[in-house]
Each structure stands twice: as structure tokens, then as C-alpha cells.
């Protein structure tokens, strides 16, 4: 059995897709003003916002336990409106080896869905893999109410 993974889920959003990827990837400590109950804080480490390289805390809340990891930003495309972060530190690193979050907004007609990559490597074959499930219960935690953003 392979330690290496990935899946892929899209939502739909209520946002328009510049905004949802502005703020993913140029204001990112705006995220717990949508969801302050999930994503309570995103603090800078290190660089700026918005630019690849920069590092940032996550504390993040699932199943009413407090999480933090520190991810990088390794990609920002604006013409395609990706953001590319790889954890480096924390939580997510106690079950897997390596941990790399794509999102992609992505604009169909007036809706905006959101593709989100989840690429990874388990720290051993007791850990189970990401399943669809897994992914529509994260996004079922974070979007389950419609929001603007700011």
C-alpha cells in the first residue's frame, strides 16, 4: 500500500472567484474574520502577505479540538488563481511526512467553484489515506454557511 496520496475535491462558492482567491492568497489573516469559529487565527512568521515564500501560523478548530500548523506559500498564480501552501511544522506533521494544500477558484459561467488539492505522503501505512469523505467533512466545516468576503 502506497504512503503517498491525493485527492481532489471543488465546491461551489458564494464568492466571486477574484475575491476568494484574493484573500486566500494576498490576505490570508483575513480568513478568521469569515471563519471565526474554525479558523480562529492566521498569524505572519515570516516574508509578507501575499508572496510566495512567506510563512504563516494556521490555528484552526476541528471536532471542537484547537490545531495549529506552520505552511509556506510556494506558489501564487494569478492568471489561473492558485495558491500553493506546504505545511512545514505542526499537527498535520504528526500523521504525515509531507502535506501540501492547492486551491484553485475557478470561474464557470457566473459560479465560482473552488478545487482544492490535497497532496501528501503518510507517515505509515497505519495512517488512512484522505478519503472524499474526509475532504467534503473539512469543507463542510469551513463553508457551511454562505459568506462575502472581506
Same mark, same amino acid.
Given at each position: 500500500?502506497?504512503?503517498? =496520496? #491525493? ?9 466571486? /472567484? /477574484?475575491?476568494?482567491?484574493? +484573500? ?12 471565526? @469559529? ?9 516574508? *509578507? ?5 512567506? !510563512?504563516?501560523?494556521?490555528?484552526? +478548530?476541528?471536532?471542537? #479540538? ?7 506559500? *510556494? @506558489?501564487?498564480?494569478?492568471? &489561473? ?5 506546504? !505545511? ?9 511526512? %509531507? ?9 464557470? =459561467?457566473? @459560479? ?11 507517515? &505509515?501505512? &497505519?495512517?488512512?489515506?484522505? %478519503?472524499?469523505?474526509? @475532504? ?13 468576503? %472581506?
Amino acid at each position: 500500500m502506497s504512503l503517498v =496520496g #491525493k485527492l481532489t475535491t471543488e465546491v461551489l462558492m458564494v464568492a466571486p /472567484h /477574484h475575491e476568494f482567491h484574493g +484573500v486566500w492568497a494576498k490576505r490570508p489573516h483575513h480568513i478568521p474574520n469569515v471563519f471565526p @469559529a474554525k479558523v480562529p487565527k492566521v498569524h505572519l512568521h515570516g516574508g *509578507e502577505w501575499g508572496t510566495v515564500g512567506s !510563512v504563516m501560523a494556521w490555528h484552526y +478548530v476541528i471536532d471542537e #479540538k484547537d490545531h495549529v500548523d506552520k505552511a509556506v506559500v *510556494e @506558489a501564487i498564480d494569478e492568471e &489561473n488563481k492558485t495558491i500553493t501552501y506546504r !505545511v512545514v511544522e505542526g499537527d498535520l506533521l504528526k500523521e504525515y511526512k %509531507s502535506f501540501k494544500i492547492i486551491i484553485q477558484s475557478i470561474l464557470k =459561467g457566473e @459560479a465560482t467553484w473552488v478545487c482544492w488539492t490535497f497532496e501528501y505522503e503518510k507517515l &505509515n501505512k &497505519n495512517i488512512p489515506h484522505l %478519503s472524499f469523505i474526509s @475532504a467534503k467533512n473539512l469543507m463542510i466545516i469551513l463553508f457551511k454557511r454562505s459568506y462575502k468576503m %472581506s
